[in-house]
C-alpha cells in the first residue's frame, strides 16, 4: 500500500484558493497622506573640470609636467580619481598630498598603478587613487585641497594645478525626486 506525503491533499477533496485583491487606501476610507522628509544633498563639487583627460591639451600639459590629474570623482563614499605619469622608469611612486585645514595639516595617500597607455608616441601609466572623506567634510562650505607628486630617478615632478592646487568645496544642493515616487503608498489585502 502506498501512502501520500502530508503535505499533498488527497485528490478528492477539493480546494478553495482565495483570489489575491490590490486595495488603494483611498478606495477603503482613509486618508491619503503626503509627508515627505528629504534632506539637501551634500557632496564635494570640483572647481575644475572633473575629466581632465577630455582637454585638448591633456597630453601637451602631460610631457611638459611628466604627471597629470585624470579624473577625480566624488561621492559620500570618498574622492577617488586617476593620474598619469610618463613612464620614464620602471621604478616610481605616486602620491596624493590633501588637507582638510587650508594645510595646516595633511597627509599624503599612495595611489595604485592601474595600466600602461601608448599614445602618439608617448608611454604613460595610470594609477588610481581613494580618499577618504570624514564626516565633517560633507558640511556645506567645508574643503579639501590636493596636489599629486611623482617620485622617479631621484626626482619629483607635482601636479598641483598650476599652482593653485586642487580643491574640492561641499556645497548643498536639493533633491528631485521622480514625479513615479511621489504617490507610492500602496495598500495589500
Keep these: ?105 595633511s597627509a599624503e595617500c599612495k595611489a595604485c598603478w592601474v595600466s600602461t597607455v601608448h599614445r602618439d608616441d608617448v608611454q604613460s601609466d595610470v594609477f588610481h587613487f581613494r580618499l577618504p572623506v570624514p564626516p565633517f567634510i560633507l558640511k556645506p562650505g567645508a574643503s579639501l585641497e590636493f596636489a599629486i607628486c611623482y617620485r622617479v630617478l631621484g626626482s619629483e615632478y607635482w601636479d598641483n594645478n598650476d599652482g593653485h592646487n586642487y580643491k574640492l568645496a561641499c556645497h548643498a544642493y536639493k533633491l528631485i525626486v521622480p514625479k513615479e515616487c511621489e504617490d507610492s503608498m500602496v495598500h495589500f489585502t
Aim: aromatic content about 10%.
Design 1 to 105: 500500500m502506498r501512502r501520500r506525503a502530508h503535505s499533498l491533499p488527497p485528490s478528492d477533496e477539493t480546494t478553495t484558493r482565495r483570489s489575491s485583491q490590490v486595495r488603494f487606501v483611498d478606495c477603503l476610507g482613509l486618508e491619503l497622506e503626503r509627508v515627505k522628509f528629504f534632506q539637501a544633498g551634500e557632496d564635494p563639487k570640483p572647481y575644475f573640470p572633473e575629466n581632465i583627460s577630455t582637454e585638448p591639451d591633456f597630453l601637451e600639459r602631460l610631457c611638459h609636467r611628466r604627471v597629470c590629474l585624470e579624473q577625480v570623482h566624488c561621492s559620500e563614499l570618498g574622492i577617488t580619481g586617476t593620474v598619469q605619469v610618463l613612464n620614464l622608469a620602471f621604478e616610481k611612486q605616486v602620491s596624493v598630498r590633501y588637507s582638510f585645514t587650508d594645510w595646516k595639516s
